[in-house]
């Protein structure tokens, strides 16, 4: 990277180095077109000179334009990370390394309008976020890929197999994801209420610096009696929610909301685990992956007692080893 000249460049890497260097003092991170063109026209940008494993980042550029940030460590079978709102790849860091330092090659991407990626005004919506997740696996030419979502990047895992497929896909894991309904309606009394939706709305509008770090409390149980507080992992999830923009931030809440994945779960034709916390004060197991594990043939689901939403930070090593050996098995 030293020995680039400006000239050498790409508009990614100048992207990336901005983002790098605004990072510190940056601010942080869920609805309705549809992806102009196909996820094959997409385009991948590494640094010059750079090979497959040699350079952790870059960027796809989608059909209709848009820079998607990801990171690609690590050689082997891939695994590709869907992180939650408003956060970004960096939430999966601990699981990347965890497996990378197995022999696997591990991916994320942030998500469009969250993190180091572009801020669009416009396909801020599901459809968007599976064709772009379609984007970065076919210009990385992943296959045999073990796709793990989490809460909102469950929805996106969900949703491109519903568009695209599993041709590509060897697993999947679903960990403390909405689907298949978030909302509360008379087919799903066990959703939680729209004035809860429009609450999450009007909060991220209004101070969402203020309301992100409200928020750490529930989604990683931080309120439960006996819970110890790790303002460090507040912290984080503060700063890779203020690299996001408002606008993206704002239409995604719909997505995670109101949008019904049960056509894409019953899609799903690979071996699958769904993993969710008991105690999750985020997204209610009896709305989500109580009945995810009934729709996905032959699911098999995990209930960590006592769990938050937040459980891959909380409780890293089992959720490590179950992900591990399932991926394995």
Same mark, same amino acid.
Request: some cysteine; glycine content about 12%.
């Given at each position: 990277?030293?020995?680039?000249?400006?000239?050498?460049?790409?508009?990614?890497?100048?992207?990336?180095?901005?983002?790098?260097?605004?990072?510190?003092?940056?601010?942080?991170?869920?609805?309705?077109?549809?992806?102009?063109?196909?996820?094959?026209?997409?385009?991948?940008?590494?640094?010059?000179?750079?090979? =497959?494993?040699?350079?952790?980042?870059? %960027?796809?550029?989608?059909?209709?334009?848009? %820079?998607?940030?990801?990171?690609?460590? !690590?050689?082997?079978?891939?695994?590709?990370?869907?992180?939650?709102?408003?956060? #970004?790849?960096?939430?999966?860091?601990?699981?990347?390394?965890?497996?990378?330092?197995?022999?696997?090659?591990?991916?994320?991407?942030?998500?469009?309008?969250?993190?180091?990626?572009?801020? #669009?005004?416009?396909?801020?919506?599901?459809?968007?976020?599976?064709?772009?997740?379609?984007?970065?696996?076919?210009?990385?030419?992943?296959?045999?890929?073990?796709?793990?979502?989490?809460?909102?990047?469950?929805?996106?895992?969900?949703?491109?197999?519903?568009?695209?497929?599993?041709?590509?896909?060897?697993?999947?894991?679903?960990?403390?994801?909405?689907?298949?309904?978030?909302?509360?309606?008379?087919?799903?009394?066990?959703?939680?209420?729209?004035?809860?939706?429009?609450?999450? =709305?009007?909060?991220?509008?209004?101070?969402?610096?203020?309301?992100?770090?409200?928020?750490?409390?529930?989604?990683?149980?931080?309120?439960?009696?006996?819970? #110890?507080?790790?303002?460090?992992?507040?912290?984080?999830?503060?700063?890779?929610?203020?690299?996001?923009?408002?606008?993206?931030?704002?239409?995604?809440? $719909?997505?995670?909301?109101?949008?019904?994945?049960?056509?894409?779960?019953?899609?799903?034709?690979?071996?699958?685990?769904?993993? %969710?916390?008991?105690?999750?004060?985020?997204?209610?197991?009896?709305?989500?992956?109580?009945?995810?594990?009934?729709?996905?043939?032959?699911? #098999?689901?995990?209930?960590?007692? !006592?769990?938050?939403?937040?459980?891959?930070?909380?409780?890293?090593?089992?959720?490590?080893?179950?992900?591990?050996?399932?991926? $394995?098995?």
């Amino acid at each position: 990277m030293m020995s680039q000249t400006a000239a050498d460049m790409t508009e990614p890497t100048r992207r990336t180095l901005l983002t790098s260097s605004l990072g510190i003092a940056g601010g942080l991170g869920i609805a309705g077109a549809v992806l102009a063109g196909s996820p094959a026209n997409a385009e991948v940008s590494r640094p010059a000179g750079s090979q =497959r494993g040699a350079r952790p980042t870059g %960027h796809i550029t989608t059909a209709d334009g848009t %820079h998607i940030f990801y990171k690609d460590w !690590g050689q082997g079978q891939p695994v590709l990370f869907s992180h939650g709102w408003p956060l #970004t790849a960096d939430a999966w860091d601990s699981q990347m390394q965890f497996l990378g330092m197995r022999g696997y090659r591990v991916i994320a991407h942030d998500r469009r309008s969250h993190g180091r990626s572009d801020q #669009t005004w416009d396909g801020n919506d599901m459809d968007h976020y599976a064709d772009d997740l379609a984007a970065v696996i076919e210009a990385l030419d992943l296959r045999n890929l073990v796709l793990v979502g989490h809460s909102t990047g469950g929805g996106e895992v969900a949703h491109y197999i519903g568009r695209h497929g599993t041709g590509r896909i060897a697993k999947v894991v679903l960990l403390g994801a909405v689907p298949p309904l978030m909302l509360k309606t008379a087919a799903n009394p066990e959703g939680l209420p729209m004035s809860v939706f429009d609450g999450i =709305r009007k909060n991220t509008f209004e101070n969402r610096s203020q309301f992100f770090k409200d928020l750490t409390t529930p989604f990683y149980g931080f309120n439960r009696p006996g819970a #110890t507080v790790n303002e460090g992992l507040r912290d984080s999830f503060w700063l890779q929610g203020m690299m996001g923009g408002l606008k993206g931030q704002y239409d995604c809440i $719909k997505q995670f909301s109101e949008v019904d994945y049960t056509p894409d779960l019953q899609r799903i034709d690979r071996p699958t685990l769904v993993v %969710h916390g008991d105690a999750d004060q985020i997204v209610p197991i009896g709305a989500s992956a109580l009945k995810t594990a009934e729709i996905v043939k032959g699911a #098999t689901l995990k209930v960590y007692p !006592g769990a938050p939403h937040g459980l891959a930070q909380t409780m890293t090593d089992r959720f490590n080893e179950d992900l591990l050996a399932f991926i $394995k098995a």
